[in-house]
């Protein structure tokens, strides 16, 4: 990497929702139950946007944290990215609102949508920006509304799913941070988790919403099948580009989908449990939040320290995954 800057994260923050719906909430209105929930999941509860929230109410929240928690004042932020399947609107992008808000008018700014993995893919794509130096100061944020997805009579897929936002600031640092990413898809996967209607292939009508064309639609079990396969695949990948292995991990933060899949990946990677972040017993799958809310928690419980190799998966609709090894830099140590 000779010549290159190296860029690590400067800060992190997050946001979620006020309201708190149980399992033991779901129990009431669907035929479902925290036992089923619990032991097929290990989600106990989720947050859910109020009607008048949406994604970049929760982006902002989480950028503001970000940015108080990095030192560096919105104006300094040239590049903001927010991650998100669940944006404002299909256009603009809702990284302009967050834009706007924040007062970084600095800043190049757009969407990404790699639906869960979305997380990983920005933060790679932010990493090379930053290292030829072309800028300086990025906002990587992954926000979603997945309430908004589901239908919420289905239960095989509503019991899933929460609202968050979570986003990092990256900056050049003297050594370590973001050491290697290693993103992938295969569109062959494509009818396996997604949304049939509301882009222009099928515009929403009242025929469309009426046939709940509008939510997501799943494949419970090959999705689960593509996860625990391609979650390992993808860490050992990323971490042989930078010569590491599952060993050097001292904290792994993968996507919070389900603690099955998270357990299979362990397993395969041979890490003992205390070294594997878990929130999703409180926000269940965020999708594209999940792992910046994660890295957040993790950071403010004391779990991760100044040359720490923290590494992240995400997986998700497309398919796509994405894994990112990164050297945590110290506070104040940005060039
Ligand atoms: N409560 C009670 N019963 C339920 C519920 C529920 N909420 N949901 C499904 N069931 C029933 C099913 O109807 C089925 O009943 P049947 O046997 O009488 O037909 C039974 O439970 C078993 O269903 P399965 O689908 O086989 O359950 P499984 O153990 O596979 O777990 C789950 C389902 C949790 C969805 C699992 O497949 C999974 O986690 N898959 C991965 C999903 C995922 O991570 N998606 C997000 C990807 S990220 C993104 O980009 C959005």
């Known amino acids: 990497m000779t010549g290159l800057t190296s860029v690590g994260i400067l800060g ?50 989480a950028a503001r944290a970000a ?30 609102i967050v834009q706007a808000a924040l007062g970084a008018t600095k800043a190049a700014a757009f969407d990404l949508n790699a639906a869960c993995s979305g997380f990983a893919y920005a933060l790679d ?36 799913f929460g609202d968050a936002a979570g986003a990092v600031v990256l900056g050049p640092v003297e050594k370590g941070g973001v050491l290697s990413s290693y993103l992938g898809a295969d569109g062959a996967g494509a009818n396996l988790l997604y949304i049939p209607a509301g882009g222009y292939r099928e515009p929403n009508t009242p025929a469309t919403l009426e046939a709940n064309r509008n939510c997501m639609i799943m494949n419970g079990r090959e999705v689960y099948r593509f996860a625990v396969q391609v979650m390992g695949e993808a860490v050992i990948k990323a971490l042989s580009q930078c010569g590491l292995t599952p060993d050097n991990i001292s904290l792994f933060v993968p996507h919070q989908a389900n603690i099955r899949i998270i357990e299979s990946a362990a397993k395969r990677l041979a890490l003992p449990f205390d070294k594997v972040f878990i929130n999703l017993d409180k926000y269940g799958n965020t999708s594209a939040a999940s792992i910046p ?28 995954w994405g894994a990112n090894v990164i050297e945590w830099t110290a506070k104040g140590s940005s060039v």
């Open 12 to 61: 992190t923050g997050s946001q979620v929702p006020d309201n708190v719906v149980t399992n033991f909430d779901l129990e009431k209105r669907l035929d479902t139950s925290d036992e089923w929930i619990r032991s097929r999941t290990g989600i106990v509860a989720r947050r859910i946007a109020a009607d008048n929230e949406a994604t970049s109410d929760l982006a902002i929240g």
């Open 67 to 96: 940015l108080d928690d990095a030192n560096v004042s919105a104006d300094e932020v040239d590049l903001l990215i927010v991650a998100t399947c669940t944006p404002d609107r299909l256009m603009p992008a809702t990284a302009v």
């Open 125 to 160: 794509i932010a990493t090379q920006a930053l290292r030829g130096g072309a800028y300086r100061r990025a906002l990587v944020i992954g926000a979603e509304v997945m309430s908004r997805t589901v239908n919420w009579n289905d239960r095989a897929v509503c019991v899933l």
């Open 293 to 320: 809310l994660a890295l957040d928690e993790a950071v403010r419980a004391g779990r991760i320290h100044a040359g720490d190799i923290v590494v992240t998966v995400g997986f998700g609709a497309g398919l796509t």
